[in-house]
């Protein structure tokens, strides 16, 4: 009996949009800072507000626009988020005081928050339950591309042609992630109720998917860690004077991931969740162990290539079962309360690992990462024995 098919226009779409939106977000995560600093003669206490603003409002408004997905579908308010991120970024050329910026962040934030929500819920009903785990695995390595190339191009291109030439880029980027969303088709599984006018419930059960809960949990023990790899490997690398190596760590880390999706997504389909998971979690500790050891670009790259294998396997594993284990209905939801944690997680870890670099130093820091990272074994443990297991394919 033949596979249903995973790659359809949809699939594809849904894959692109979400590439292009991150492909802006990581490319004004590393040159805004520089732009704050330089041209608007900001501290760097303010240049990481940059940052933190922006995070800040995507995780608030998740808390609400998976009910705004639910009552209106998941077509209308993503194509709502799209021309709400796109008119955001279109407005940072003219942005020329620190104050103006940070209101401006809260709103790209707000579109952000909910086009994510929204691409979840719509990624989560097109892929068929027997390749969940598969196709999960491929709509998250567009994150991961994303990661990897916007950086570089930000940096490349802010330093070729300057932050202005940069921000009409995000605009292009912006747009095009748009104009593919506008091909999607209309939503089938969740509609709309027809006649009801929308009310916000801001009571717990209808903020947060009880179902994903733990699964959402254990991504933000995890985020926590992850947060010491995005904010502060590249300062690490400069500690230890690797020079134009050091631009290439998450290049490696992306190849790695797409090299190996093809195998773990099928696996996770084909053997269950705790099979992928347990081996992903002692990868990731492998990794952090030999990021801390590193003393030359050799063993700095082979780090990010075994954190690849670990972490980008363990992010879309637990996405996929905090998905499954809602109702088609809830999915939208499930997907907000996922990720709010997760970037709750990164926001909190950054601060907490920032302490802890500066006290322990960045070798000592990632080899005690590599331990509390084995030590999230056992509240994986835990969360998959209690939790309620999903319909058919765990992911």
Known sequence: MSKPALWTKDFIGIALTNFFLFMTFYFLLVTLPVYVLNELNGSETEAGLATTVFLISA?????VSGQWVEHFGQKRVLIASLVLFLAASTLYPFMNGLAALLILRFFHGIGFGMATTAAGAVVANIILNSRRGEGMGYYVMSMNLAMAIGPFAGLAIMNEWGIKTGFLVCIMIAAVSLLIGLSLKKDEVIQPPSGERFKLNVSPGHLIEKSALPIALTGLFFAIVYSAILSFVSVYAEELHLGSAAGYFF???????????????????QYGANVIIYPSIA??????????????AALYLIAAGVIGLGWGTLFPGFQTIAISRARPEKKALATATFLSLFDFGIGFGSFVVGAAAAGLGFKTLYAVCAVYVLAGIIVYYFVQKTGKQPESSPL
């Not at 952090?288 to 003393?295: H, I, K, N, P, R």
């Open 59 to 63: 995780i608030l408004i998740r808390f």
């Open 251 to 269: 290049v490696v880390y992306a190849i790695v991931i797409v090299l190996s999706r093809p195998f773990t997504g099928r696996w996770f389909d």
């Open 283 to 296: 990868l990731f500790a492998a990794g952090l162990l030999v990021l801390s050891e590193a003393g030359g």
